[in-house]
T-cell receptor
Framework: EAQVTQNPRYLITVTGKKLTVTCSQN?????MSWYRQDPGLGLRQIYY???????DKGDVPEGYKVSRKEKRNFPLILESPSPNQTSLYFC???????????FGQGTRLTVV | GENVEQHPSTLSVQEGDSAVIKCTYS??????FPWYKQELGKGPQLIID?????GEKKDQRIAVTLNKTAKHFSLHITETQPEDSAVYFC????????????FGAGTQVVVTP
């Protein structure tokens, strides 16, 4: 089954404690992306990657890092989380940057 | 950069009626316009998309129209059913920023029986 898998689904952490949200896709897609979803703001792009070792900033990259060492994986790293990063996060993949995207189930992150 | 505005923010329709959601975009270079449906507790799901060389596209009960001159595009759902209740997002992707996708704020659609 074609899917994008994110882990964990829920996470509560404390300010400043480094964390990683994993994302994996099994469709051999070149393009992957991370979004955050906040009420009234829709989905905002954090980072995207066009292929292995190729990443670029989206609209809200501050406080986040990504890496793309393998085609199937695109982890999101928060080096020093802060409460304003409390949000619902989605990973997505697609065959091309402008093609339809497959989204993961989401990761609800709370930073206290 | 691109800015996408979506209206209305909430839409309540009677089962069987039609629903229309409208989006406007600012970047004339945008050429790809997808629509997503998000059900409670799930990730967005692509339901239909349109490219700038096409004015209208239809898939069963849903259709999307694009007016490049006015820079707006719309989602039309006919014969609405309770399972159409969800949040719908429009998005736009500019040709000169491959990989970027700008979303609207979303429309909560409620279909009442």
């Amino acid at each position: 089954e074609a899917q994008v898998t994110q882990n964990p689904r829920y996470l509560i952490t404390v300010t400043g404690k480094k964390l990683t949200v994993t994302c994996s896709q099994n469709m051999n897609h070149e393009y992957m992306s991370w979004y955050r979803q906040d009420p009234g703001l829709g989905l905002r792009q954090i980072y995207y990657s066009m292929n292995v070792e190729v990443t670029d900033k989206g609209d809200v990259p501050e406080g986040y890092k990504v890496s793309r060492k393998e085609k199937r994986n695109f982890p999101l790293i928060l080096e020093s989380p802060s409460p304003n990063q409390t949000s619902l996060y989605f990973c997505a993949s697609s065959l091309s940057g402008q093609g339809g995207a497959f989204f993961g189930q989401g990761t609800r992150l709370t930073v206290v | 950069g691109e800015n996408v505005e979506q209206h209305p923010s909430t839409l309540s329709v009677q089962e069987g009626d039609s629903a229309v959601i409208k989006c406007t975009y600012s970047d004339s270079a945008s050429n790809y316009f997808p629509w997503y449906k998000q059900e409670l507790g799930k990730g967005p799901q692509l339901i239909i998309d349109i490219r700038s060389n096409v004015g209208e596209k239809k898939d069963q009960r849903i259709a999307v129209t694009l007016n490049k001159t006015a820079k707006h595009f719309s989602l039309h759902i006919t014969e609405t059913q309770p399972e159409d209740s969800a949040v719908y997002f429009c998005a736009a992707s500019p040709t000169d920023s491959w990989g970027k996708l700008q979303f609207g704020a979303g429309t909560q659609v409620v279909v009442t029986p």
